[in-house]
Every structure is written in C-alpha cells, then in structure tokens.
C-alpha cells in the first residue's frame, strides 16, 4: 500500500474511526470520459476491480493542506453515511497523490434530464420523495445532524429501475456537521438559504434549497433569486406550490423538516394511486 500522508495519518488518529474506505491507486482506472466538473476538480468515469465507477479527482493546483483537508472531511462524512438514496461511496485513496474519490456510477443528474424534457406530475413527486428521505437521513444523524449545503440538481443523480427514474442525493463536498458550520456556504448560491452566508445554520437551510429544487423541477427553470415568487408562481398543482412557499421562507423556524416535506409528498404519492412508492417502517410512512 502505498504510504499515507502525515495529514491523513493525523486525521485518523484525531477521529479514532477505522479506514476501511482505504483503496489503493493502481485499483482505480480511469477513462478520459469527464462527467462533470465541481469546486474540487474533474469526475471522470472509470472503473475499480472491474465495475464501472465514477472518479473523483482533486486539481492539483489547488492541493494544499487546508484543501487536503476538506477533502479528507468529504470522506469522512461519506464513509459513514449509509442510505439508498444516498450516491454510494466506494473508497478513496490516501497517498501522497491527487486524492481519487471513486462512488458508483448513474445514468444521469437531474439538470441535464430537465433540459431535455419537463417531468410528469408522478415523476417529481418520485424524486422528490428520494431527495427528502436522503436529507432526512442527513438532518436526523446523532451526535450532530449533518447539513448538506449544496443542494442541487446537478448534485441529484439519476437511474432507472425498471420504467421509473429514481434519485440519489450526491457530493458531500460541502456537508458539514451541524456544530461546526462556522463558514460561509461553499455550495451553489442560487440554491442558498438568506442565512447561509452566516454562521447561524441548521439543516432547515437545506429545506429552503430542496424547496427550489422542488421549484425547478416543476417548471423546468434553475432559481433566480430576484424572481422566486414569480418562479413559485408557475407551479401549477397547489399541494407542491404550497410546499415550495414554506419551504422558502425568510425565517428558518417558519419552514417545516424535512420529516414534514416526506409526509406531504406521501400523501401525493397515495392520491397518485402508487402504492409501490410508499412502505411502512416502524410506523412511520418512508419511501424507497
């Protein structure tokens, strides 16, 4: 194995968890076929013991300990965030290299689908429905809830199960944990809460970017801040334009959780006669 860094050495003893996440480099292959492009560097397809994944790779140019660092959290957090609506992490490497970040790989995300076609009433309920479990899972993690703080439709990824798209929430680059979200919001800014560039956050900031996400995949158009009401406006069934609105409001305390949005969003799902999105799990309704 190749040898450890002395930061991903310290890292590990600051956090006293077992890297099991550890892969070596020469595992992972990797194509020229970009994904996608983010903060971090290029994500390219590839593969690892013979399974297509998608690899990350940080730029070197802005490799540096406090960058190392950051990267080393994104792992961290994904290491041990477990949930099927939730992008799968694979592993990562930890030499003194470009740090590799490799996750399974989907057929799409969610703004490329958009721009080719709208979705139907069910299909947004679906994904949505996606979306709110995996920041549900995120929001109720003990000790700390985890904040994902970059929602967007780029970050939605998309695959097929059987004739139905379904939805994993992906890049736990700027996820953070609830008590140590002192730094001002890395992620999309048309996404972001008002609050978001202050040091007063909590997982309602998400609410209010699942709500414009909610928004744009009713009427097909990304948030434009000077233009949210007009925005909400264009949605045409009620129940979802009325979520929309107390998801974005002003005042974090006035919008609901994300346990809330999940009930709303089932409710849709048994009106829409789909009982094969909704299960009960200890009493409670999810959605798988």
């Not at 956090?15 to 971090?40: F, H, M, Q």
């Not at 940080?58 to 190392?68: A, G, M, Q, T, V």
């Not at 290491?79 to 990562?92: D, E, Q, T, V, Y």
Request: aromatic share 6%; glycine share 4%; with cysteine.
């Amino acid at each position: 194995m190749h040898p450890r860094s002395n930061a991903l050495v310290d890292s590990e003893r600051r956090l006293g968890e077992p890297r099991d996440w550890i892969i070596r480099r020469d595992e992972v292959i990797i194509s020229e076929i970009v994904l996608g492009t983010g903060a971090w560097g290029e994500v390219y397809q590839g593969s690892f013991r013979g399974c297509p994944v998608a690899v990350k790779k940080i730029h070197e140019l802005i490799l540096s300990p406090h960058n190392r660092r950051l990267f080393e959290r994104e792992i961290s957090i994904a290491s041990r965030c477990r949930h099927p609506n939730l992008l799968l992490f694979m592993g990562a490497t930890n030499d003194d290299g470009c740090p590799l970040f490799v996750t399974e790989l989907l057929e799409t995300d969610l703004r490329k689908f958009l721009s080719q076609r709208s979705l139907h009433h069910e299909e947004i309920v679906c994904l949505a429905l996606d979306v709110a479990i995996a920041l549900n899972y995120l929001h109720l993690n003990e000790p700390s809830p985890i904040i994902h703080r970059d929602i967007s439709s780029s970050n939605v990824l998309l695959w097929r199960r059987d004739v139905r798209w379904r939805a994993k929430l992906s890049d736990y680059g700027a996820a953070s944990f609830m008590h140590q979200c002192m730094s001002p919001h890395p992620g999309a800014s048309i996404y972001a809460a008002p609050e978001a560039c202050t040091s007063q956050q909590s997982p309602k900031a998400d609410v209010y970017s699942f709500g414009l996400l909610l928004c744009e995949m009713c009427i097909r158009e990304v948030p434009v801040s000077e233009e949210i009401q007009e925005q909400i406006g264009l949605i045409t069934n009620d129940v979802l334009r009325d979520l929309v609105t107390r998801c974005v409001m002003i005042a974090p305390d006035a919008r609901p959780t994300m346990n809330d949005v999940i009930a709303v969003l089932t409710q849709q799902a048994e009106i829409l006669d789909a009982p094969e999105l909704v299960v009960r799990v200890n009493d409670r309704t999810a959605v798988l």
